[in-house]
Nanobody
Framework: QVQLVESGGGLVQAGGSLRLSCIAY????????MNWYRQVPGKQREWVAV????????EYSDSVKGRFTISRDNAKNAVYLQMNSLKPEDTGAYYC?????????WGQGTQVTVSS
């Protein structure tokens, strides 16, 4: 059984930084992509960033481009999200998602709160 565990969330002032981590525990292979999403209560979960295994491509949503950086450690089955120049609108629960052949795994979420 695979479990994704996020950490690194917290309370930060606008303009500050946080680094989120997501580590997969259990046997997992052939990961196609590692993603970050976020969600605010009452709204749909929003895709933030992706790191694809094939070709190593990385993409960001327009709302975080230039401020957030996704990285990964394949040996640890881990993905990270460095968040700089945080804004109050970045507040939400952040979730990691791993996809592969025949599977999609989600983490339990870590809360990020940015105060103005």
């Amino acid at each position: 059984q695979v479990q994704l565990v996020e950490s690194g969330g917290g309370l930060v002032q606008a303009g500050g930084s946080l680094r989120l981590s997501c580590i997969a525990y259990g046997t997992i292979s052939s990961i196609n992509s590692m993603n970050w999403y976020r969600q605010v209560p009452g709204k749909q979960r929003e895709w933030v960033a992706v790191s694809r295994s094939s070709g190593g491509s990385i993409e960001y949503s327009d709302s975080v481009k230039g401020r957030f950086t996704i990285s990964r450690d394949n040996a640890k089955n881990a993905v990270y999200l460095q968040m700089n120049s945080l804004k109050p609108e970045d507040t939400g629960a952040y979730y990691c998602k791993f996809t592969g052949l025949g599977f999609v795994y989600w983490g339990q979420g870590t809360q990020v709160t940015v105060s103005s």
